[in-house]
């Protein structure tokens, strides 16, 4: 009990979203060693995270940012895709299918195995950025979610001064050089595969969206249609 009890407050706030109806009352928020931070599953009907991750970046955080955070995953799991969330796994069941295939085993020849591994080369690299790329736009997707809540529901005005914050903890975090070797591996493996110099959307660009998207007056009926669609 005492170790939950640690994360009670992340608990309060996610249990007061679903009240709201911003997070939908059938989700579950779960802890996860599996998981590196914090992440809404579509195929699980779930937002999981890790203790760790919790502790390091969020533990002291102010109620807002930890709505807003739970918001963004809330925008995963209900933007995202189910099939999108299992495209990482495609190229491991690809492999143990093709490494059981008769044609390569020992008396296999040798052309035949050279075209099953190129094919397994091609399906892991276009998958890796498949995925990459999707996720890419839903972060701008998930980010409108929870913008959209903050702002018409908390009466946050700029909710992308949260994100940046929260963002900007999260990069000096990163950054720190406590893990020096798997830092530089993080850095090189993404860049044997993507053309973009960064597929990840970057802060700037990010709050930058929020903010021009920056919605109409309180009393405005489109920002009430807003609010009610947030609701459901």
């Known amino acids: 009990m005492h170790e939950a009890d640690r994360d009670s407050r992340l608990y309060r706030i996610f249990h007061e979203l679903q009240e709201k109806g911003l997070i939908d009352r059938k989700r579950r ?7 590196f931070s914090m992440r ?18 969020l533990s002291r955080a102010n109620d807002d940012t930890l709505r807003f955070v739970l918001l963004h995953e ?38 035949t195995k050279l075209v099953f591994i190129t094919l397994l080369l091609l399906t892991v690299f276009f998958a890796y950025r498949t995925y990459y790329c999707r996720m890419y736009d839903e972060e701008f ?7 959209d ?6 009466r946050i005005r700029d909710p992308g001064a949260l994100l ?6 999260l990069l000096a975090g990163a950054s720190a050089p406590c ?13 044997l ?10 802060i700037s660009e990010r709050v930058q969206r929020l903010r021009d998207r920056a919605g109409p007056e309180d009393g405005d009926p489109a920002a009430r249609r807003t609010e009610s669609g947030l609701s459901r």
């Open 29 to 35: 928020l779960v802890r996860c060693t599996f998981t």
């Open 40 to 57: 809404g599953c579509p195929a699980l009907n779930c937002i999981r995270y890790r203790r760790s991750f919790y502790e390091r970046n």
């Open 74 to 111: 809330e925008g995963h799991a209900r933007k995202g895709s189910s099939l999108l969330s299992a495209l990482p796994a495609l190229p491991v069941l690809l492999c143990l299918m093709l490494f059981g295939h008769p044609s390569l085993q020992v008396a296999g020849l040798p052309v």
């Open 141 to 147: 997707t998930a980010d409108r979610y929870a913008a």
């Open 149 to 154: 809540a903050m702002r018409y529901c908390y």
């Open 164 to 169: 940046q914050n929260f963002l900007s903890g």
């Open 179 to 191: 893990r020096k070797g798997s830092g530089y591996l993080s850095r090189v493996t993404p860049g």
């Open 193 to 202: 595969f993507r053309s973009e110099p960064d597929y990840r959307p970057s």
